[in-house]
């Protein structure tokens, strides 16, 4: 449900709401907008009846909400929401490419694909201290070494950073080294990160599971927003098929829909969704003009020695032109890149 | 298996060729292009020799074809065909954008319909007379009736028209009155109408089945070339998966990748996709500014009213404005349309 | 809907009934039960009042039936449907394994196959001549020779037999063969092959197709029912999914879901639904304990040798053990084999 | 790898090999037999030269493991694991039932639901304190408190309890309350969670991914083993298709497959996967008959005011003469129930 309060509504009018809505073991959310404020109200309120709200002073209408998601979904927030971070905004006018190696390996390794991606105008890096592993054997990532190589080089470059974290425990440790954290794939219902990452200010990108229904993926993004971090960006990475020829199958309308049922910024991994790099410029063309607000791509300057993932990763050479394509699709639909 | 002639190769070489090929139990087609000719070979060639082929004269090269699927690939014809029909190219630096309503209806129907996507600049309208319904007791299809309809329209709107065929025995009294002919996803792997498909020599557009994969579908298109017809247009429309919100997700990296696994034309229905016309335009620019070489669109006056899938179709007033963006993104990619 | 007669009623009355049905545009179905008539009424009958039809004298009682399938549900047929053909009821309590070669490919291979299942105590043999291959370089069956060697052997050997037959316009030809007709999972929405096989009075074994949901696969049995052709047998077979440890993943839970929406015998292949003959018995033994009526098993003298799908075929060495395993539980369950 | 000692092999030669193993970066795993040792050599040894081990004292012979998994895999111990807790024993030739109520709501309702599966021959309990949920505004489970009651109850009716564990943070304390702890079909790819549950001594069920593949269960229990924790249980619980009728298919097949693969016990969840309990009964008596060493099910006494997935729970009246069926199918295949 939401409140929308007369134009003018005073503080304690306001104060007066919140305090009822709790007494009915709701949880209110504000939204002080600069013409009116609205109140988010979440929780089961299947037995709270709307007209009880209109009896009290200062409100302007109350909107059920009838989406099992309420504090993502675009009815509770028309606008779209923007996140800023070290002044580099996402989900606005200027498509963000978010580049970078999928796992951080060494420091050189870094340094290099920093300084390639950089040449290539992103503002951005991707890079995982922390990499979920199918199997115990395989590598399993730098761990907080590799964090401090991750802030040590974004500052250098002044990029900002953004790396995956598995483990509740550690949120406040890798958000103390990058700017943006992820939450992948497999943890998309992992209950307890999202819970801990609800609690940080730090913006959080979120990952689609597997399997994982859009409706299941969008109350992921609630579990976060419920704890009070705003700072959610959706990350759609494509879902599991039958079909061997591509890794993960990555339906083109979920990025408008998306952007219909959700005001929050709606990203897209061609990397790891396509799983090889030869198809990954067309099909990034693809997303940029259906509507995506950026893209998460892993680039690596030397694919064949990566330790994880490098069969999928973009060389340089393919990326730069790349680029230049996507920048003319963005001023084709009135964005810029 | 591919031989390539020698620049200047006698009739009476390329002759002997072909009994060579034909004699071993396989089968030869022959390319004379413009410098010189190529003879791709099929069947089972497993157990052939191509150094034998290097001894006979007029032989340039003997090239292996490693894909289970020889006529359709890229690999036996390196540059993209292009598909004439009445003035029509599909596969060439136009997009055609293909549309019209699911079902034909009534003459009416069909003449509002072919006036509202001709204004739109479109030249090739889909109608289909026979409908594949998952209920016995649902809308079957006006059949010979609407095609004479369809025939009848066309001409009067000068509109190239395309159209389903379900039943082998149909083949040539469709042919007689549409100019493409359509095996739909149903049908993909329907081997006998697929045979019978391949006799005439009218394009074929032929759908992928729900749960086929690439190679599936490539080998479905290689039935229809090995028996002669060259002109087949791939049309990909999605596959099935849990996901309810989107009817069948459509894969943006199969644009890429079909281009590059064959030579054929690839075109998509967002239409029977997306199942729901609120996210066709943008998922449509995507796949234009991923590669496809065309669209298959639902289009109708009335969809309420509408006998089968009218809740997907677009409304002109949708379909005119949509048309405007995908002019903006072909431009941007080098393309018209 | 359904409309239940009253003990007694006369022929009259119930001609009355069924011109009472033509007249509204909709199908008559009648059964005479040993004790009252029903007649199902098929069609759209959204738009017919039910109380209508109690007005008309002989009438006991007027049923609708909800589900979209009429002729195949068991709200219209209580009772299971026993199909009996020389001899060999489907769907009683006797649990039928139909077996054979996957193809016939020379009438030694499927004499020795024959006798070998025989053997075994099968009284049905299943083989087919006509073999839907996904290549068109793939074997593609002995076509009418094969179903002549069918004929004779099941004659020499006294086995009723089963075959796929996979273009409408053989299906007389055929059925004048073979004792039961197959169609397969990739036809399962051939509907113009649904319609013809549903003119003959022969029984049909109809597979459901690799991305079929259940409704879709009892509305193309009730395609086959409502042309006439009551003797229909379900055949599941599985499903494609993104696992590739077993070839189409078998819900053991449709089993008993199809046992209580249709009242049509069902049975189950385990052989191009597992894909590999090393875990065939045990999943018979589970497909036989959830309540199937029958399996389709291909077993076959010489797999290596086979010329199609010979790696997932049983050699009779194995079969013989299955038999007596899911004997035991023929008979745990109160049945027998 | 693994390691074969000669008969007699001393415990000095053992030690060597140890030593020897952890100097090339690899760990042992040493398996004291009653006739000879075995050491399960873990790490990636694809550096390492099999012929070495032959060289060093007391080794009879060395086996690579071609499998990913190493110790999970039957290569590695032939002999299936039985796992005791409390006088039971899991994956001997009783079949253990294993069920109770899906959450923990009350001490009322769980001790009616306890009482009612003792009632039934069951001697284990399953009943969950956390509760992973889609929606963060759906019912989150009675946490440590309920795990108080379920300790209690448990000692009360002699009843071994098992339960779900979701936080990496929890597995102490969840383990001083229940004998068995259960990893969620969410988090099988929680790998922090997985860690850590590996490095206790208490039997671990783990349920597969809803798109899980078998390789990637069985590397996800290679992650509990590799930890040192021996006792896994192996839960299936079906996967997500495009089938809405049922809620997750089971597919029959893994299950003997899953035995060919590893040593470890095998049940079944028909409850979660069938999501309805009309079709539970027959299900799972496919599902012993197929080889699974047990079953966990969702019974409670009044489904309809379940606070979690009450539409799925059988109610006893339904579940008692499951179990009867249940052991005559046990009895039918050589075993006990």
């Known amino acids: 449900m939401i409140i929308v309060m007369k134009q003018g509504a005073s503080p304690s009018q306001i104060q007066a709401i919140k305090e009822e809505i709790e007494g009915l073991g709701l949880s209110p959310f504000i939204e002080a907008g600069s ?188 579990y976060i927003m419920s704890q009070g971090n705003k700072n959610v960006i959706l990350c759609y990475r494509g879902i599991r098929s039958f079909e061997t020829a591509i890794r993960f199958p990555l339906d083109i309308g979920m990025i408008p829909l998306l952007k219909k049922e959700t005001h929050l910024p709606v990203i897209i991994d061609p990397s790891h969704s396509m799983g090889r790099p030869d198809i990954v410029p067309e099909a990034s063309c693809g997303m940029i003009a259906a509507g995506a607000d950026g893209l998460l791509v892993d680039v690596h300057c030397h694919p064949d020695e990566a330790l994880c993932d490098g069969k999928q990763a973009l060389q340089p050479e393919h990326f730069y032109p790349m680029m230049e394509n996507l920048r003319k699709i963005a001023v084709a639909i009135g964005r810029e890149l």
Chains 1, 2, 3, 4 share one sequence.
Not at 43 to 51: F, I
Not at 158 to 181: C, F, K, N, Q, W
Request: hydrophobic share 40%; aromatic share 6%.
């Open 35 to 222: 013409e009116r404020t609205i109140i988010g109200v979440v929780g089961d309120d299947r037995a709270v009846q709307l007209d009880h709200f209109y009896t009290l002073r200062g409100v302007e209408k109350v909107i059920p909400i009838l989406k099992p998601y309420k504090l993502v979904s675009r009815e509770f927030q028309p606008n779209g929401t923007q996140i800023s971070v070290k002044g580099q905004v996402i989900g606005g006018k200027k498509i963000q490419v978010i580049a970078g190696p999928c796992a951080i390996e060494s420091p050189d390794q870094l340094r290099m694909a920093a300084h390639a991606v950089k040449k290539a105008g992103v503002t951005i890096m991707r890079a995982s201290a922390f990499k979920p592993r199918t199997s115990p054997y395989d590598f399993q990532g730098t761990g907080k070494e590799g964090l401090k190589w991750l802030k040590e080089i974004g500052d250098e470059e002044e990029l900002v950073t953004e790396t995956e974290v598995m483990d509740p425990r550690d949120v406040g440790m890798v958000g103390s080294y990058a700017d943006i954290l992820r939450v992948g794939a497999r943890n998309m219902q992992n209950f307890d990160l999202l819970k801990e990452v609800g609690q940080i200010n730090k913006p959080v990108v979120l990952k689609n599971g597997l399997a994982s229904t859009m409706k299941e993926f969008l109350l992921a993004a609630e």
